[in-house]
Nanobody, 122 residues
């Protein structure tokens, strides 16, 4: 059974940086596209970034491009999300997911992690 475990969340001030990690176990990492989503209280799950199984293709939610960077390490079975110039509106629970195509819809994702909280104070 595939399991995803996120880490790296925390509390920080606006303008700071944070790097999230998500480790996949119980499956073949190189066969999954990976994505990061976030969800704030009372809001829908929002696409943050996706990366193809090969790592050759990445995509980002429009408001986030330029501040966030997704990457993957096939040796460590880990996908990362580097977040820079963080704003208060980036506050949310961040989830990683595994799918075939790493698209922008949460419905495409088969496996999810438990989430990690990111809180940015203004």
């Amino acid at each position: 059974q595939v399991q995803l475990v996120e880490s790296g969340g925390g509390l920080l001030q606006a303008g700071g940086s944070l790097k999230l990690s998500c480790v996949l176990s119980g499956g073949t990492f190189s066969t999954y596209g990976m994505g990061w989503f976030r969800q704030a209280p009372g809001q829908e799950r929002e696409f943050v970034a996706g990366i193809s199984w090969s790592g050759d293709s990445t995509s980002y939610g429009d408001p986030l491009k330029g501040r966030f960077t997704i990457s993957r390490d096939k040796v460590k079975n880990t996908v990362y999300l580097q977040m820079n110039s963080l704003k208060a509106e980036d506050t949310a629970v961040y989830y990683c997911g595994a799918s075939r195509w790493a698209g922008s819809s949460p419905r495409e994702y088969v496996y999810w992690g438990q989430g990690t909280q990111v809180t940015v104070s203004s």
